[in-house]
């Protein structure tokens, strides 16, 4: 039974999305038109997982706002105006060359597409294809070479003293005090970052810039020395950071946009602009933690830590990377590629939750769970339960299986261990993404898992028993391990194969040891001993 403060589904996005709608009725603002949410989008480098969960999220709260009723559209804005840094990992240095150009204009050195960011925006925007999410896509150059901010960018320019002042008042920072918080695109190098914004006309919307050496990166980049001037409704050059977030929410109408914690600054800044320069009340928000490695650095799209959506994809399934990002929106995470199984592992688990296959105590956990899972599907959940096979089984059975008869004999096998559904199709597929798995991160150890101290010595007893007797039947030796200490066998059961698969269940034990190997069973028990 639900109770009855109860928000929609009862997801964190649920909340989001009523809080919002709470905080707009609040500003007298109109509901009637599409409520558009945002997704700034970087495109000077890879899209890793974390700049596509800034989308993805978003999408979340447009679909409960259409579930509440109203109209909603995502829209994602690429910053391919903004200049290319440092060059990624495993890129060409060839692009040393264009560094501090916007990359809309750098060519693709690959030559797959019309230009660098191009390349970079396809990436991200194939990911959202991938997992469902519908959006409308707006380039910033388009934005400014269409004149879509020029209004905004003309008043913020007119204000540029106060606005300085206000910066430097609110995040300390003193450059825009000196400087208008715009970047022209020098005609001359055409590099965006080296230039100087010192003089704005508004009767001929002209700014005047001089091409100036820059640091970037903790790099001195070279400007040209070229002196000229740009129009702000027609010429290339974008408003900075500080202040365009506003412009563009006044321009779009925009509603919402989550942030990550590192352009607090920035949002803090905009926001203030938004509501006293641009009279446009800021859209609602929501921060979030980043990503992280595994080694607890932040994932960076100019770094060799970069988790792509499509490497997900190609051994995962597009509900466990949803899964990833609806679980949760605060705290920072850690992430790698071998997260693969365990959110596979627990998509299952979810789903038979959902269709009541276990069942929970707690009614709200149950509730928000179940909404869960509506958003994992993009509230279009499936009507009937799907036949689940472990995924970690199946990889460790495709290290086993590693011909051309792979999918075969892992179904064989399957047939022997009883876990082959009669409708094999699903299966054969996770099969495909468990052996690209196997094949390229089977090296991987997986994280340890916590274990109830009372299952340690019947474990010791049976990493023993493997040892000393080679011949024996390893179902007879669990059994023995877990009898000898006390310890129910479903309880001692479920602790190996958390172990041994990361899951509460699954084959019989005997025989999926034999298969696995007992040295390489034996190595994993090792793991939970004491020194």
């Known amino acids: 039974m639900m109770t009855t403060d109860t928000i929609g589904r009862g997801t964190w996005i649920d909340k989001l999305a009523h809080d919002m709608i709470q905080r707009e009725m ?3 603002r109109s509901l009637d038109e599409t409520i558009i949410v945002e997704s700034g989008l970087g495109a000077s480098g890879i899209p890793h997982v974390g700049s596509l969960s800034d989308a993805v999220r978003s999408y979340g709260v447009k679909l409960s706002l259409e579930d509440m009723g109203y109209k909603s559209m995502l829209l994602a804005y690429s910053d391919d105006l903004d200049g290319l840094r440092k060059i990624p990992d495993g890129f060409p240095k060839s692009l040393e060359d264009f560094v501090g150009q916007p990359v809309s204009l750098i060519p693709d050195p690959f030559g797959s597409y019309e230009s660098y960011a191009h390349h970079m925006s396809s990436i991200l925007l194939d990911g959202l294809d991938k997992l469902g999410i519908e959006y409308k896509s707006q380039r910033a150059f388009d934005a400014y070479k269409d004149g879509l901010l020029s209004e905004q960018t003309h008043t913020i320019l007119k204000q540029s003293d106060y606005i300085g002042a206000k910066i430097k008042e609110i995040v300390g920072q003193d450059k825009y005090v000196t400087s208008l918080p715009y970047f022209a695109v020098c005609e001359k190098c055409h590099k965006i970052y080296t230039t100087h914004s010192y003089e704005y006309n508004p009767s001929s919307y002209t700014i005047q810039y001089r091409c100036q050496d820059t ?34 929410w006044s321009a779009f109408d925009v509603r919402f946009e989550a942030y990550g914690k590192d352009i607090m600054d920035s949002v803090s800044v905009n926001d203030w602009i938004s509501e006293h320069i641009l009279g446009h009340a800021p859209p609602h928000h929501v921060r979030y933690e980043m990503f992280l490695d595994r080694g607890g650095k932040k994932i960076s799209k100019s770094k060799g830590n970069v988790v792509t959506a499509q490497d997900w994809l190609d051994v995962g399934t597009p509900q466990s990377l949803l899964l990833l990002m609806y679980k949760r929106i605060q705290g920072a995470r850690r992430l790698g590629l071998e997260d693969v199984p ?18 929970m105590d707690n009614p709200d956990k149950t509730t928000r769970l179940k909404g869960l899972y509506e958003y994992v599907h993009l509230l279009r959940p499936p009507d009937t339960i799907r036949p689940h096979v472990s995924y970690t089984l199946l990889v460790e059975l495709a290290k086993i299986y590693t011909g051309d008869n792979r999918t075969e004999q892992i179904l064989q096998k399957l047939d022997a261990y009883s876990k082959l559904p009669d409708d094999t199709s699903s299966v054969k597929q996770l099969i495909t993404l468990a052996g690209r798995f196997a094949d390229e991160y089977g090296h991987m150890e997986r994280e340890t898992i916590q274990l109830d101290t009372n299952v340690i010595p019947a474990i010791s007893a049976l990493v023993a028993s493997l040892q000393d007797n ?11 391990a877990a009898k000898s200490h006390n310890i129910k066998p479903r309880m001692f059961f479920e602790a190996l194969y958390k172990i041994i698969l990361g899951t509460r269940g699954g084959p019989r034990l005997g025989p999926l040891i034999s298969d696995m190997g007992r040295s390489k069973v034996i190595d994993m028990l090792r793991r939970y001993l004491p020194e």
């Not at 365990?342 to 069942?359: P, S």
């Not at 080679?470 to 023995?480: F, N």
């Open 26 to 28: 609040s500003l007298n």
């Open 342 to 359: 365990m959110l596979m592992n627990e998509y299952d688990e979810l789903e038979n939750m959902y269709f009541g296959v276990t069942k």
């Open 470 to 480: 080679p011949d024996a039947d390893p179902q007879t030796l669990v059994y023995s």
């Open 215 to 248: 640091t970037i990166g903790g790099r001195v980049v070279s400007g040209c020395g070229h002196q000229g001037s740009v129009d702000i409704r027609k010429g290339l050059g974008k408003l900075t950071w500080k202040v365009e977030f506003a412009a563009r």
